[in-house]
């Protein structure tokens, strides 16, 4: 499956963005779909992720109650809705899918987008 991401932008603090992710590909709803980040001189780290019926879905703890992951396998899309973005939220966003193990590991996922740049601004 190839995806690509759409989205991002420069956004003040305390503001919202939304991802989206769209895969090619008939089988999209098998896949489960996770977010990754990078900040600058950082390594990628995981964000959110949900399972191929969108029946479960994670957070890293630092997103919690802010970010919300969703999908629409009839649109082979994947969502992710930012709120009360901070600062410390800059980073290049990866669309990432997997079809097992951890939903945290990002070696867990085969097929990646290109990254998409998130910019808060104090």
């Known amino acids: 499956v190839q995806l690509q991401a759409f989205g991002g932008g420069l956004v003040q603090a305390g503001g919202s963005l939304r991802f989206s992710c769209t895969a090619s590909?008939?089988?999209?709803?098998?896949?489960?779909m996770g977010w990754f980040r990078q900040a600058p001189g950082k390594e990628r780290e995981f964000v959110a992720a949900?399972?191929?019926?969108?029946?479960?879905?994670y957070y890293t703890d630092s997103v919690k109650g802010r970010f919300a992951i969703s999908r629409n396998n009839a649109k082979n899309t994947v969502y992710l809705q930012m709120n009360m973005l901070k600062p410390q939220d800059t980073a290049v966003y990866y669309c990432?899918?997997?079809?097992?193990?951890?939903?945290?590991?990002?070696?867990?996922?085969?097929?990646w987008g290109q990254g998409t740049l998130v910019t808060v601004s104090s």
């Open positions: 949900i399972s191929w019926s969108g029946g479960g879905t």
């Open positions: 990432a899918a997997k079809s097992g193990g951890s939903y945290t590991i990002s070696d867990n996922y085969q097929n």
């Open positions: 590909g008939r089988t999209f709803s098998s896949y489960a």
